[in-house]
Nanobody, 125 residues
């Protein structure tokens, strides 16, 4: 079982970009999917994107697919979430998650069994 550590959050002016990283303690090839979630203040955690280390197209929530992009670097066992055109509404704690076994989808909290500690993104206007 791997551990996940997110980084790359910070305070950014609206319109800017950030790239969040999710470093796994072991090979990500052993993972069926890696997901990104965010939790806005006072709201439930929501899924934003998933990537499949073994192959396949990334999956995105409709609300972010035009501005978010997830990728992976198998050499460093790291997944990334690129966020462009940041908005104040993107202010949230962002989490990385992983699942080892096949599942029809990787979108809900319950689909993932491994979580990172989160990285805070704050967007100011």
């Amino acid at each position: 079982r791997v551990d996940l550590v997110e980084s790359g959050g910070g305070s950014v002016q609206a319109g800017g970009s950030l790239r969040l990283s999710c470093a796994a303690s072991g090979s990500i090839y052993g993972l069926f999917c890696m997901g990104w979630f965010r939790q806005l203040p006072g709201k439930e955690r929501e899924w934003v994107a998933s990537i499949f280390p073994g192959g396949g197209q990334p999956d995105y929530a409709d609300s972010v697919k035009d501005r978010f992009a997830t990728s992976q670097d198998v050499a460093t066992n790291t997944a990334y979430l690129q966020i462009d055109s940041l908005k104040p509404d993107d202010t949230a704690m962002y989490y990385c998650a992983a699942r080892e076994l096949w599942t029809p989808r990787c979108r809900a909290d319950a689909d993932f069994g491994i979580w990172g500690q989160g990285t805070q993104v704050t967007v100011f206007s």
